[in-house]
């Protein structure tokens, strides 16, 4: 069964800091990795979508990076921002043609003005 | 687009009512899906459905029950509460397997 990790479980850095979100799972055999943001009493928004064939992705300020073989993503936030403050999650989708996705409980991030 | 809409927003329900949590899309994504978030746990798959018609069982899907009949709508029921489904649920799409989820803005469940 997949299991996914997410370190540190919650994060507080100064505004203008850049920052990693750590996220491991045991079952390498992914379809794909996906990093969400969810803000208090919300919903998930969508940042990345990593395909197992890719190494990376990019968006703004955002850059998620995939190593299959050791079984981690990290989500890179570069000069972050008091807006950046949400909690970030992880999930893998496995292969097999349905859709099952496990998430990670997720990194809090505060960044401090 | 509104995307994915879930209604209603909040609900309290007496143990052994039954009730029906509506999720709609109108992104036409044939995939769609349920989870619940519990506190110091990842979101965990309910049921999700491939297209109309067809519906599968995810990880935790003893109490709930679903249907498909058309694209946009995907409905949970639950039979008969309980207090151990107290929880936020989360209703998600994605327009085939292997691409991005969007997921609605929940709807808290409280059962007492």
């Known amino acids: 069964k997949q299991e996914v990790t997410q370190i540190p479980a919650a994060l507080s850095v100064p505004e203008g800091e850049n920052l990693v979100l750590n996220c491991s799972f045991t079952d390498s055999a992914i379809y794909n990795l996906q990093w969400f943001r969810q803000d208090p009493g919300k919903g998930l928004t969508s940042l990345l979508l990593?395909?197992?064939?890719?190494r990376e992705q990019t968006s703004g300020r955002l850059n998620a990076s995939l190593d299959k073989s050791s079984g981690r993503s990290t989500l890179y936030i570069a000069a972050s921002q008091p807006g950046d403050s949400a909690t970030y999650l992880c999930?893998?989708?496995?292969?097999?043609?349905?859709?099952?996705?496990?998430f990670g409980i997720g990194t809090k991030l505060q960044v401090i003005p | 687009n509104a995307g994915v809409t879930q209604t209603p927003k909040f609900q309290v329900l007496k143990t052994g009512q039954s009730m029906t949590l509506q999720c709609a899309q109108d992104m036409n994504h044939e995939y769609m899906s349920w989870y619940r978030q519990d506190p110091g746990m990842g979101l965990r798959l309910i049921h999700y459905?491939?297209?109309?018609?067809?519906?599968d069982q995810g990880e935790v899907p003893n109490g709930y029950n679903v249907s498909r009949s058309t694209t946009e709508d995907f409905p949970l029921r639950l039979l008969s509460a309980a207090p151990s489904q107290t929880s936020v649920y989360f209703c998600?799409?994605?327009?085939?397997?292997?691409?991005?989820?969007?997921f609605g803005p929940g709807t808290r469940l409280t059962v007492t």
């Open positions: 999930a893998t989708n496995l292969s097999g043609g349905y859709q099952k996705v496990t």
């Open positions: 990593i395909q197992s064939s890719q």
């Open positions: 998600a799409s994605s327009p085939v397997q292997g691409y991005e989820q969007y």
């Open positions: 459905s491939v297209g109309a018609g067809i519906t």
